[in-house]
Every structure is written in structure tokens, then in C-alpha cells.
């Protein structure tokens, strides 16, 4: 029943930064595999980033390196800080609990991201 308010999306230039919030409803202290997905217009969503319990980390090949993905267990809030951002990383982006929300496809609003000249 948590649900998720992301948030930190903006117009940013390339090469720029950004660091995207997700905070939850509820404690996301027993969530063992939360993640960020993106969407581009007319594209599938996919996903980018996860973090399993409080220390595992995976990225997609396309932002690994640049992208951060943390939790902090207590403000019940999951990050990504985007760095070094490309005209690819334009999409909306969404966070999610990757066991049960994903499962049920139930997202929330999302936060655009748009990297642009």
C-alpha cells in the first residue's frame, strides 16, 4: 500500500546534474528491491537503476557510471543523482518497489527529466 511522490525532474543542459527524489507514503525499510524506470515519449518503460536491501546496487549499461542510485531508510526516501546528463536521458522518471508495485503495475506520476541546448 506504500506509494511513491517523485520529485527533482527539471530542464537541465547536457552535461548537467540532477539529483531526483522518491518519497513514500509508508517505511520502505522492509522493501528488499526498490528501483527507478524511465519513459521516453512513445518508448517502453525501463529500467535504470535498483538497489536491493541497503547496499546492492545495478545499472543499466546506457547510465552506469553516471547515475546513483541510494536510500535513506529513515526518511523513507529513495535518490538518483544524475550526473553527466545526455539528450538520451530525456523521459519521465519513476521509482517503484520492484516486487510489488512493479508486479502490479501500479505507478505513481512520475518527474520529467529534459536535457536540452
Known amino acids: 500500500q506504500v506509494q511513491f511522490v517523485e520529485s527533482g525532474g527539471g530542464l537541465v543542459h547536457p552535461g548537467g546534474s540532477l539529483r531526483l527524489s522518491c518519497a513514500a507514503s509508508?517505511?520502505?525499510?522492509?522493501?528488499?528491491?526498490m528501483g527507478w524506470y524511465r519513459q521516453a515519449p512513445g518508448k517502453q518503460r525501463e529500467l535504470v537503476a535498483t538497489?536491493?536491501?541497503?547496499?546492492?546496487?545495478n545499472y543499466a549499461d546506457s547510465v552506469k557510471g553516471r547515475f546513483t542510485i541510494s536510500r535513506d531508510n529513515v526518511k523513507n526516501t529513495l535518490y538518483l543523482q544524475m550526473n553527466s546528463l545526455k539528450p538520451e536521458d530525456t523521459a519521465v522518471y519513476y521509482c517503484?518497489?520492484?516486487?510489488?508495485?512493479?508486479?502490479?503495475?501500479?505507478w505513481g506520476q512520475g518527474t520529467q527529466v529534459t536535457v536540452s541546448s
Open positions: 538497489i536491493i536491501s541497503g547496499s546492492r546496487t
Open positions: 517503484n518497489d520492484l516486487l510489488i508495485g512493479v508486479r502490479k503495475d501500479y
Open positions: 509508508g517505511s520502505i525499510f522492509s522493501i528488499y528491491a
